[in-house]
């Protein structure tokens, strides 16, 4: 039970840093592709290529001074980046980075499998709108009021979307557990994942455009549209606090890119099937999975950030449109579709 | 184990419920009752009810309360003021809920067998708990869908301005 | 089943920590070198270099409100769908159609709100 208890702690501090080194480098990543995209440089003073950039960045915000502001309602103003980023640290819980490998009862390559994890991860998203939420009511703010309030409404729209465009998998796989969800499309590579084999292409765009908003990402970032509200929900925040939502904001993005790749494609599944030479059951053989699932995460960050620098962004009208008159009548009629298609092969 | 659980999160239940009622502000209130629907989560967890723990974060803590804070931010809700109404309310509210209680508690107790149950394996799979709520439970079910779609209808009826 | 819980409550105390961690070392930080002076200016609201007026906390369109019911509805329906996605392969065809039924009422109350124009108040 103690070296349980150990073990888990371990691991569980290992993921948590990894995860925030991992989002301290996208935002370096997002800095110096969307500078190639307008022909600029991008960082590149600080260490090679600009590699020690985020560190500094970390220890400027950590050395600014914290400045709270006249009439914030203090115990929520300080609670909410809280919130934030505890819920997007949270959400990577249930999330496989590879398949089974046990040591000493702990599992190597996910925090816990859990019956109900896809359940796991929309139900802390869902309590991770009030860090948005009330960060931009206690601001006492106009912008920062407005800002919460289109983040809220949009969260709140599209988490719809994304929840509808869940099910068309969840009925190819049978079950809510995220690990059975990929090995449910590990039979033939490429051609048996779900956004090509299992027809769920449409439940793909949904969920890609249903992410992007919930993560408050362009082209759909009107919460922080920083020519209408500043900054948005976080206007009041400076230094540590700011850099908590910034750092909840990536860590979301990569938590949704990461479960966009269990969804859709396949996960740690080499997109080669068995045509790849196996290296043995040795523990080099066991990263090779894990290396396929970080290239698949690599690719949709950089979706993201590719999205951001060629897309501008929605009207606030267009965006609740897109939504609820497109996004989710499309995600029932993929639930319809694919429930007949199942129901017919089986038959 | 699960009686260390029950302690701990029952008494963080209560302890919100408590300041749920004694707290002046909303907002305070709306985040009071977002702790002890997570509490009650964790409750059902321990009983082994993962679904329901999970349905009852996702529905109470997510949708619900986000309904509530939403509605005090957007009314902007001050801190209440005690009237002559809120002091009725204490003298007939206490007795009331605590008869309520009572009445509850006895129809479930005695009743209990009339009103329907359905055995599952304990831990309960999704698939034993869906196999019962699509076979065993099919009319609740289908009443529940069009008690949610009045629900719809009544919402849009109330807010929807008329031009 | 209880180890696995075990190890989420192992992370939300670890992200917790990590939320609440660093922001207590900068307080502290501040608090030893680096203490801090408030002006009327510097904390004042921020508002582009314009003079704040009036109160933030004033009543806002409500029927932003709409949202969040009309959320609250169909997140009842997706909870209700997951259970009936797992256990589709062993379900009887009479379970589907009433899952039809199901998801048609709720289109149907969708299609109504929207007609009404109640999804399109910005």
Known sequence: ?347 | ?163 | MSGSYLTILLLLVCAVGFGVGPLVLAWIWAKAYSPEKPGPYKNATYECGLESKGVVWVQFKAEYYLYGIVFLIFDVEAIFLLPFAVAFTGLTAGACVAMLVFLFLLVEGLVWASRKGVLLST
Not at chain 1, 260 to 274: C, D, E, K, Q, Y
């Open chain 1, 1 to 347: 039970m103690l070296t349980f208890l150990l073990l888990s702690l371990v691991k569980v501090i290992v993921v948590t840093v990894v995860l925030l080194l991992a989002v301290a480098y996208t935002v370096l990543l997002e800095r110096k592709l969307v500078a190639r995209i307008q022909n600029r440089w991008g960082p590149s003073r600080v260490g090679p290529f600009g590699l020690l950039q985020p560190l500094v960045d970390g220890a400027k915000s950590f050395l600014k001074e914290d400045i709270i502001p006249a009439g914030v309602y203090k115990p929520l103003y300080i609670l909410s980046p809280i919130i934030a980023l505890s819920c997007a640290l949270l959400s990577i819980a249930v999330v496989p980075f590879g398949p089974e490998r046990q040591f000493r009862g702990v599992d190597l390559f996910q925090i816990t499998d859990l019956n109900v994890g896809l359940l796991v991860i929309l139900g802390v998203t869902s309590v991770g709108i009030y860090g948005i939420a009330l960060s931009g009511w206690s601001s006492n703010d106009k912008y920062s009021l407005l800002g919460s309030l289109r983040a809220s409404a949009q969260i709140v729209s599209y988490e719809l979307a994304l929840g509808l465009s869940l099910v068309g998998v969840v009925l190819r796989a049978g079950s809510l557990s995220l690990r059975d969800i990929v090995n449910s499309q590990s039979a033939h590579g490429l051609f048996s994942w779900n956004v090509f084999g299992g027809f769920q292409f449409f439940a793909f765009f949904i969920y890609l455009m249903a992410a992007f908003a919930e993560t408050n990402r362009s082209p759909f970032d009107l919460p922080e549209a920083e020519s209408e509200l500043v900054g948005g929900y976080h206007t009041e925040y400076s230094s540590m606090k700011f850099a908590m939502f910034f750092m909840s904001e990536y860590a979301n993005m990569i938590t949704v890119s990461c479960v966009a790749t269990l969804l859709f494609l396949g996960g740690w599944t080499s997109p080669f099937g068995n045509l790849l030479p196996s290296l043995g059951g040795s523990i080099l053989a066991s990263f090779v999975p894990f290396c396929w699932f970080v290239l698949k995460v690599l690719f949709f960050l950089c979706l993201y950030v590719w999205v951001r620098g060629t897309l501008p962004r929605f009207r606030y009208d267009q965006l609740m449109a897109f939504g609820w008159k497109f996004l989710v009548p499309l995600a029932i009629a993929n639930i319809i579709g694919t429930s007949l298609w199942l129901a017919l092969r089986t038959s």
């Open chain 2, 1 to 163: 184990m699960q009686l260390v659980l029950f302690f701990i999160f029952g008494g963080l239940c209560a302890a919100a419920a408590l300041n749920l009622l004694l707290t002046r502000h909303p907002i305070n209130s709306a985040l009071s009752l977002i702790v002890v629907m997570t509490s009650l989560a964790v409750l059902y967890l321990t009983l082994g009810a993962e679904f329901l723990a999970a349905a009852q974060v996702i529905v109470y803590s997510g949708a619900i309360m986000v309904l509530f804070t939403f509605v005090i931010m957007l009314l902007n809700a001050g801190e209440e003021v005690r009237t002559r109404g809120s002091r009725a309310a204490y003298l007939v509210g206490v007795p009331g809920v605590a008869a309520l209680f009572s009445l509850l508690t006895f129809v479930f107790l005695s009743q209990g067998n009339h009103l329907g149950k359905s055995t599952l394996a304990n831990p309960a799979t999704l698939y034993d708990l869906s196999a019962v709520l699509f076979r065993d439970l099919l009319l609740p079910f289908e009443v529940t869908s069009v008690l949610i779609l009045i629900a719809i209808l009544g919402a849009v009826a109330l807010a929807r301005k008329e031009h």
